[in-house]
């Protein structure tokens, strides 16, 4: 019997109606989807959209639309089943900051945005169904700006906090807990992801 190939959004639908309703299913054999040459065409297509510079290997979009999409695709595809294809390292940039700093940057070829593209597609949805409605950081088509109090938190007027990061707090944080006296760093610890403030 053979199965018609269905498209990258049903697929998607799919894979999420199965997380969102059966929390405990163990997904396997994804690996056989990101190779699909669909998932593959709408990975290049969302990576294309994004523009985006040239990685280590030089190679821009304009040429590999000059050399043939479908042919860098179809190498790809042959690749990922035959489970040799092998990242390419990244291209490393360095961006200036304020006050004299600099931000490291690193670039993939575009070929490896396409494959990591595609495997964000077909796993997203899995974890798309386990995010609490009120995330937003790193979620697509989310953000902050849209986060607005609930009905019940207004007429309480009791504001929560779900997640506070300052620019640059991730590296001084270790710095800073150093800093703080044991009582202090065990009352920070016993913060929940919702705690009322």
């Known amino acids: 019997m053979i199965k018609t190939s269905i498209g990258v959004q049903e697929l998607r639908t799919r894979i999420g109606h199965k997380a969102k309703t059966?929390?405990?299913?163990?997904?396997?054999?994804?690996?056989?989807h990101v190779w699909k040459m669909e998932v593959l065409r709408e990975a290049y297509r969302l990576a294309r959209e994004n523009q985006g510079a040239p990685g280590v290997d030089g190679v821009t979009f304009k040429q590999i639309e000059e050399q043939g999409v479908e042919k860098l695709l179809k190498t790809l595809s042959q690749e990922l089943q035959e489970q040799n294809y092998r990242a390419l390292p990244c291209r490393e940039e360095s961006i200036p900051k304020e006050g004299g700093k600099v931000r490291g940057l690193k670039i993939p070829a575009i070929r490896d945005r396409v494959v990591q593209?595609?495997?964000?597609?077909?796993?997203?949805?899995?974890?798309e169904a386990d995010f609490e409605p009120g995330s937003f950081a790193y979620r697509p088509r989310r953000n902050v700006p849209i986060c607005e109090p609930t009905e019940t938190q207004e007429a309480e007027g009791t504001p929560r906090v779900d997640d506070v990061e300052r620019p640059g707090s991730i590296r001084t944080m270790g710095s800073i807990s150093r800093l703080q006296s044991p009582l202090e760093q065990n009352r920070s610890n016993r913060w929940s992801r919702n705690s009322q403030v």
């Not at 059966?22 to 056989?32: K, S, V």
Request: charged share 25%; proline share 9%; glycine share 10%.
């Open 22 to 32: 059966e929390p405990c299913h163990r997904f396997w054999g994804l690996y056989r």
């Open 117 to 127: 593209g595609a495997v964000r597609l077909v796993m997203e949805p899995i974890f």
